[in-house]
């Protein structure tokens, strides 16, 4: 991760200046977006440093939830500069400013290429971190964005139209706009501790009744510890109190193949105690 900070902070920089000598919107927007990623990049390599830490008294799940608000306040960072970027193309459509189309070429070819790169460095990890994932969906964006901006830039050249720039700048902002909603709907979820995506407790809770020895199933709850873990707990009334540790270790066996929560705290109790406790 660290290599990808480093590579998109120096590009951050070139085309910053670039942007800022060329009057491009689009490379100016596409350079403040990246500045966003180098942040994004930042806490999510501090959040995963956090995670790593071990449980205190205090702390009894460590800092694992950090993924978490990292994801959460890396959406609303980004978000708040693509309405500063749409602010600023509305403006330069009704006063453009001449553009380098030469330069928004050079500075954004090279854009895809270092965006690419650092894509491919999160490839390994996706699959089972959340966190990783959006930084690999992210940057693969990135490249695509990059790749929008070199084609405005042959369109100034070849037409002279200054106005393709600031066109160019709102879909930027358009296409992060919706590529970050959906991050920033699920950092809520997560911090809420929502149902993580692709887990349906009524499913769920048909695996664990069809368990045989299970008369019922109450108070399932399942949540986000971090971006990459889950959590469940959940009362098993089964009557029989000598098959309580076979269906305590089938119950464990099952989260963890269909669902692939490693993490479970499972109660079981008689129905009399489960009703008891009703009364009460």
Same mark, same amino acid.
């Given at each position: 991760?660290?290599?990808?900070?480093?590579?998109?902070?120096?590009? =951050?920089?070139?085309?910053?200046?670039?942007?800022?000598?060329?009057?491009?919107?689009?490379?100016?927007?596409?350079?403040?977006?990246? &500045?966003?990623?180098? =942040?994004?990049?930042?806490? &999510?390599?501090?959040?995963?440093? %956090? +995670?790593?830490?071990?449980?205190?008294?205090?702390?009894?799940? @460590?800092?694992?939830?950090?993924?978490?608000?990292?994801?959460?306040?890396? #959406?609303?960072?980004?978000?708040?500069?693509?309405? +500063?970027?749409?602010?600023?193309?509305?403006? !330069?459509?009704?006063?453009?400013?001449?553009?380098? @189309?030469?330069?928004?070429?050079?500075?954004?070819? &090279?854009?895809?290429?270092?965006?690419?790169?650092?894509?491919?460095?999160?490839?390994?990890?996706?699959?089972?971190?959340?966190?990783?994932?959006?930084?690999?969906?992210?940057?693969?964006?990135?490249?695509?964005?990059?790749?929008?901006?070199?084609?405005? @830039?042959?369109?100034?050249?070849?037409?002279?139209?200054?106005?393709?720039?600031?066109?160019?700048?709102?879909?930027?902002?358009?296409?992060?706009?919706?590529?970050?909603?959906?991050?920033?709907?699920?950092?809520?979820?997560?911090?809420?501790?929502?149902?993580?995506?692709?887990?349906?407790?009524?499913?769920?809770?048909?695996?664990?009744?069809?368990?045989?020895?299970? +008369?019922?199933?109450?108070? %399932?709850?399942?949540?986000?510890? #971090?971006?990459?873990?889950? &959590?469940?707990?959940?009362?098993?009334?089964?009557?029989?109190?000598?098959?309580?540790?076979?269906?305590?270790?089938?119950?464990?066996?099952?989260?963890?193949?269909? =669902?692939?929560?490693?993490?479970?705290?499972?109660?079981?109790? #008689?129905? +009399?105690?489960?009703?008891? !406790?009703?009364?009460?």
């Amino acid at each position: 991760m660290a290599i990808g900070v480093g590579l998109n902070a120096l590009f =951050v920089s070139v085309e910053l200046g670039t942007g800022w000598w060329a009057g491009s919107l689009a490379l100016l927007a596409d350079a403040g977006h990246n &500045a966003g990623d180098v =942040v994004g990049l930042l806490l &999510a390599w501090g959040a995963h440093a %956090l +995670a790593q830490r071990p449980p205190t008294r205090r702390y009894t799940w @460590g800092f694992r939830r950090s993924t978490i608000y990292a994801a959460l306040f890396n #959406s609303l960072l980004l978000l708040a500069g693509c309405g +500063a970027i749409l602010w600023e193309a509305v403006h !330069r459509m009704g006063t453009p400013v001449p553009t380098m @189309g030469v330069a928004m070429i050079a500075v954004a070819a &090279a854009g895809v290429v270092i965006n690419t790169l650092t894509a491919l460095l999160f490839m390994r990890g996706r699959q089972h971190d959340a966190n990783l994932r959006a930084a690999f969906l992210h940057m693969a964006a990135d490249a695509a964005v990059s790749a929008g901006v070199v084609v405005a @830039g042959i369109v100034i050249v070849l037409t002279g139209w200054t106005w393709v720039d600031p066109v160019v700048g709102m879909l930027v902002a358009i296409v992060i706009i919706v590529g970050t909603w959906d991050l920033f709907r699920e950092s809520i979820d997560l911090a809420i501790d929502a149902v993580p995506r692709g887990i349906n407790t009524e499913e769920v809770t048909k695996i664990l009744a069809g368990i045989p020895g299970v +008369a019922a199933v109450h108070n %399932l709850h399942c949540w986000s510890v #971090s971006t990459a873990e889950k &959590a469940l707990t959940v009362h098993l009334i089964v009557p029989e109190a000598t098959e309580h540790q076979r269906v305590l270790e089938e119950a464990s066996a099952q989260l963890h193949q269909y =669902v692939s929560i490693n993490h479970t705290t499972i109660q079981i109790a #008689s129905a +009399a105690i489960h009703e008891q !406790r009703d009364r009460s």
